[in-house]
């Protein structure tokens, strides 16, 4: 019933995590950030890490056989440091109708690991179960 969801060049380290999870239609991750593909390395520029998270999560949804027109719900956890504008931009670029984005929530967060700049989970309807 359950399928586990593994990107290339993504992973939570040495634990035991996939990128997501479906059941049914549903999808849900874990906490998706930057990273370089081929690498697996965090950016140290908040920049490339934005856009990487947006294309990790694209890459995800991808692999579950979906698209960001599936995402019904996206949080995101910034450093206080980090730039919503930033976010805002890869948001617009990702749901580019006002009256078809999903719900999001924003949550500014001092616990993120040391060389992340921000980080976000979704939930997303697919359109058939895997």
């Known amino acids: 019933m359950r399928k586990s969801i593994y990107i290339e060049g993504f992973s939570h380290g040495n634990n035991p995590v996939p990128a997501a999870t479906v059941m049914g239609h549903t999808l849900m991750t874990g906490a998706i950030f930057g990273t370089v593909c081929e690498t697996g390395k965090v950016p140290e520029a908040a920049e490339d890490q934005c856009r990487l998270m947006f294309d990790n ?3 995800i949804l991808e692999a579950a056989g ?4 599936n995402v019904l719900k996206m949080s995101f956890f910034l450093r206080p440091e980090t730039s919503r504008e930033l976010l805002n931009t890869h948001w617009v670029a990702a749901f580019p109708d006002p009256d078809s984005r999903p719900a999001r929530h924003v949550i500014v ?3 993120l690991p040391a060389s992340m700049a921000l980080q976000c989970d979704m939930v997303a309807h697919l359109d058939r179960p895997l």
């Open 66 to 69: 979906g698209s960001f027109a």
């Open 57 to 59: 999560a694209r890459r």
């Open 109 to 111: 967060s001092t616990t």
